[in-house]
């Protein structure tokens, strides 16, 4: 009897190991991009690509994890999951699927958002040629943020929903500022690792596609258990993302909102396809709502900002953020899969249907 082993990993080393052997049932090519730091285990960090299909493919399917580095335990499990299902037996003749598994190696290692220089990945594909964007609201916040001490995240996020109100206060904090590099959603002032290989990856496989469908797999926002598809794309390009996964798209570049985050991985997708039709969604796992885990992220910022990864109090954070981003919770795991693979092929169908 064969077992399944859970697509669930709870570490670096054990979900790429999972997702090589699941990559390499599939039949497909498998090549890897050594990142120049070591783990938190002292493991080697790389970021693994997968192709499945015709080099010479006219559409192409990418899914990507772990831009959000500590998000990519759940992408994982899904993209596993999928794989181990024998899913990519339904790609099309003239469709071949990339995986770009943990663009963010270092932030996954270290169950971080950001990598290993501070940034959040998705607010530093900005056009660096040109000055950065003010902050306003997170210059407010900043000096507050610079000043908690242990045990005290859960109030200044609590001071800040009753001065701001919930929404602006996850704003303040979430958008993304290009003013403090020490700071909470850092930006970057030049492209990071993960910005240029993720470039440098779909630059090299994407060549003969004049189709693309880009679906990042992201976790923490939205309600237990659901799923919620996020595009920055707007106009036809937002018009064929709801034909692909239906009208319950958030879209914050055209309704306005938190996630409207300038210089996103999306922007970056963009400039590598130029003219040539791209999708892309982002897909967000709900887990704890933001009054839950914004405390830990403000504490992981502490932990790391201080020097205090190998502590105790290192440690914890680090488990409380893999755990408002991959729960252990059987039900809710059960059902990011479930929704995962949907995803996975509501990809390949629209873009089987695109004339």
Not at 78 to 85: H, M, N, R
Not at 257 to 282: C, I, K, M, P
Not at 298 to 314: F, I, K, S, Y
């Amino acid at each position: 009897m064969i077992v399944k082993i859970s697509p669930f990993a709870r570490d670096f080393v054990q979900s790429r190991d999972r997702f090589l052997a699941a990559a390499e049932r599939a039949g497909a090519a498998l090549t890897s991009i050594s990142h120049p730091l070591k783990g938190s285990q002292g493991e080697n960090l790389a970021t693994d690509v997968a192709r499945i299909g015709s080099t010479e493919a006219d559409r192409l399917v990418v899914l990507i994890t772990g831009v959000h580095g500590v998000e990519h335990y759940a992408g994982s499990a899904c993209v596993c999951d999928w794989l181990q299902g024998g899913g990519a037996a339904s790609l099309p003749s003239d469709m071949a699927l990339l995986v770009i598994h943990a663009i963010n190696p270092w932030g996954a290692a270290y169950y971080r958002r950001y990598t290993e220089d501070n940034i959040d990945l998705a607010r530093n594909f900005l056009d660096f040629s040109e000055a950065f964007p003010d902050s306003p609201s997170y210059e407010k916040v900043h000096p507050r943020l610079m000043q908690i001490a242990e045990g005290e995240a859960s109030g200044v996020v609590h001071q800040l929903y009753e001065e701001l109100g919930e929404r602006d206060a996850i704003d303040s904090l979430m958008s993304g500022q290009y003013q403090y590099p020490e700071g909470f959603s850092f930006g970057g002032h030049a492209p990071t690792w993960a910005h240029r290989t993720v470039k440098a990856i779909l630059q090299d496989h994407s060549r003969s596609a004049s189709k693309c469908c880009i679906v990042e797999f992201h976790s923490g926002l939205g309600p237990w258990g659901e799923v919620i598809p996020v595009s920055m794309q707007q106009g036809t390009d937002l018009e064929r993302v709801k034909r692909f996964f239906g009208d319950n798209i958030i879209a914050p570049r055209v309704d306005g909102g938190t996630h409207s985050a300038r210089g996103h991985t999306t922007d970056g997708y963009t400039q590598v396809f130029g003219e040539r039709e791209l999708t892309s969604v982002v897909v967000e796992f709900g887990t704890y709502s933001p009054s839950t885990s914004l405390p830990v992220l403000l504490e992981d910022h502490r932990v790391h900002a201080n020097g205090l990864v190998e502590t105790e109090a290192g440690r914890t954070v680090a488990a409380a953020n893999l755990e408002m981003h991959c729960p252990k919770d059987s039900d809710w795991q059960e059902r990011v899969l479930k929704r995962g693979t949907q995803i996975i092929n509501a990809s390949i169908k629209g873009l089987q249907q695109c004339s």
